[in-house]
């Protein structure tokens, strides 16, 4: 246990990664979002800390779950995922904390970037900078614009994923304590499995279209939907899914599924005259 | 409408701007206040350039992709707009309506892509299994390959044969086969639920399912935000942490004893 405390990762590994975290949407998709792009930003990391073909397995699948945040939002998370990773491929066991803390992370980085930078930050500058353009009737503008967000970017992305190693690498200092592992385990379940219902509700828009006349008013099915739960069609895809996939369908097949399922609705949807589904 | 040296000048020019929205970068070159100058700089009309830019980009303040949601494409909209009022010399408020179709294309083909990069998810999902890690990585490339098209395609097609040729082919796949665009717009709402469901496997390991059931019920009935939720998160887990320890030193009391 001698080589316990020396790091694994070096600045230029973070340089690497801080790089490519510039890539975090090149295979964005909807079923996983930004999971390959994890992938791919931590290949170096993952290539130096694991050398066994089964633990290169096993990192591979595990970010290749779903995940997805704010592009002001990754670069913490990247930083905190790294920490954990040098620290589990030391030896100390926090493989299962890992997709929680991940969850539980991009969770509110998502909200708080989107917010924060996408709505407010964000068209305030362009607002402020579009002015200028028309006023001048020079690049001014959009020089200003790029070199200010820009700016902002690459010293906050930066930073923050060096805060977000050191947070993830303390969150594990005080390894003699008394089953800290079993905590941060259970504890980040808990915490993951909270954001992953809000998230659920949130990123997965299925929603019916259906109304029908009942006396003299319509109904919308949808209303009603709502009235005994809001996102009861997002949860039970979610969890038939999650039936299926305990069922050993593969995530394949379930593809498969899902798009024929989706074109036969739309189909539907556009002979019969009724909106089944909207998107 | 226009030779094809110029539809390549105009789409490359686009096409890198776009390439940093989704492609790489990040740095905002897709903004129509940045898009706008550099069309309008190839096009030898660097005033009209800004001029359309900026007024692009107060329309599309607004419109920030949040989540999936992919709003209408504002960057192929302000490049063919910049290239309808230079190339045919329309005036800023008639090109910005003109280019409605173009900017309806780009947005459908930025679904397609979002779509397709599901595909190469699967083809890293085979590769994973055999451990190689580079070999998996790599396939990200792919989805920076099909960026830099659709970046590309949308605006060349709309110099080179004219924005009635677009304007057609969105009104066949809006009015003769719009289950077509349906049909790929429900899956993708479905889709998120996949990749929910295997985490939801992958995490569900120790019986905390109650928690999963409470963060749900806080978003649908309480209308709890990912923020407020996983505040009340770290509490519960606290909460969790506390009730461990006290069994713990219960356990030692009673061994001491």
């Known amino acids: ?279 | 409408m226009s030779s094809i040296f110029t539809a390549l000048t105009v789409g490359l020019v686009a096409g890198l701007c776009e390439f940093t929205t989704y492609g790489f970068s990040k740095a905002m070159f897709g903004r129509p206040l940045v898009i706008g100058p550099a069309i309008g700089l190839v096009l030898g009309d660097l005033r009209m350039g800004i001029i359309i830019g900026a007024t692009i980009e107060l329309i599309y303040l607004g419109s920030i992709p949040i989540g999936a949601a992919i709003p209408a494409n504002a960057a192929a909209a302000t490049s063919i707009s910049t290239a309808l009022a230079i190339l045919a010399g329309l005036d800023v408020a008639e090109a910005t309506v003109i280019a409605v179709p173009v900017a309806v294309l780009a947005q459908l083909t930025q679904m397609l892509v979002w779509t397709l990069n599901a595909g190469i998810l699967h083809m890293a999902d085979k590769v994973a299994e055999t451990g190689d890690i580079d070999k998996t990585a790599r396939l990200h490339y792919l989805g920076m390959g099909l960026w830099a098209i659709q970046s590309f395609l949308p605006t060349f097609l709309a110099v080179l044969f004219g924005v009635g040729a677009i304007e057609w082919l969105i009104n066949l796949l809006n009015n003769e086969l719009p289950f077509i665009i349906n049909g790929f717009k429900i899956a993708s709402s479905i889709l998120p639920a996949l990749g929910f469901g295997m985490l939801y496997n992958m995490m569900d390991t120790k019986n905390f399912k109650i928690y999963f059931v409470i963060g749900f019920i806080l978003a649908a009935f309480f209308s709890g935000s990912l923020i407020s939720v996983s505040a009340l998160g770290v509490c519960a887990a606290l909460m969790h942490v506390k009730d461990m320890e006290r069994r713990e030193k219960r356990a030692v009391d009673k061994g001491g004893t």
């Not at chain 1, 390959?36 to 699948?61: G, N, S």
């Open chain 1, 1 to 279: 246990m001698d080589n316990m405390n020396k790091p694994l990762i070096t600045k230029k590994d973070l340089i690497g990664v801080n790089l490519r975290g510039y890539g975090e949407t090149s295979t964005l998709n909807y079923e996983r979002f930004e999971a390959l792009a994890l992938v791919w930003i931590l290949a170096p990391i993952l290539k130096k800390l694991y050398v066994t073909k089964e633990d290169r397995v096993r990192a591979l699948k595990r970010h290749l779950e779903f995940y997805n945040s704010n592009g002001w939002g990754n670069p913490p998370i990247y930083g905190t995922i790294i920490a954990l990773e040098e620290k589990n491929a030391m030896g100390i066991d926090v493989e299962d904390s890992i997709n929680s803390i991940k969850v539980g992370l991009m969770g509110p980085f998502a909200g708080i970037g989107d917010s924060l930078i996408g709505a407010t930050f964000r068209p305030l500058l362009s607002g402020i900078t579009a002015a200028i353009a028309l006023q001048t009737e020079s690049i001014l503008g959009a020089i200003l614009f790029l070199v200010i967000y820009n700016g902002l970017q690459i010293s906050w992305r930066w930073w923050s994923l060096n805060y977000g190693y050191k947070f993830g690498t303390n969150m594990l200092k005080d390894i003699k304590e008394t089953n800290i592992l079993q905590k941060i385990t259970e504890g980040s379940a808990i915490m993951g499995l909270m954001v992953l219902g809000v998230l659920i509700f949130e990123w997965v828009p299925i929603k019916t279209g259906i109304n029908f006349v009942s006396g003299p008013k319509e109904m919308s099915l949808q209303d009603i939907l709502n009235g005994i739960m809001p996102g009861l069609l997002p949860l039970l895809a979610t969890m038939g899914i999650s039936w299926l996939l305990r069922k050993k369908f593969s995530a394949l097949k379930v593809i498969g599924c899902i798009f024929v399922f989706a074109f036969v609705i739309a189909i539907m949807n556009h002979f019969l005259g009724i909106q089944i589904l909207v998107s």
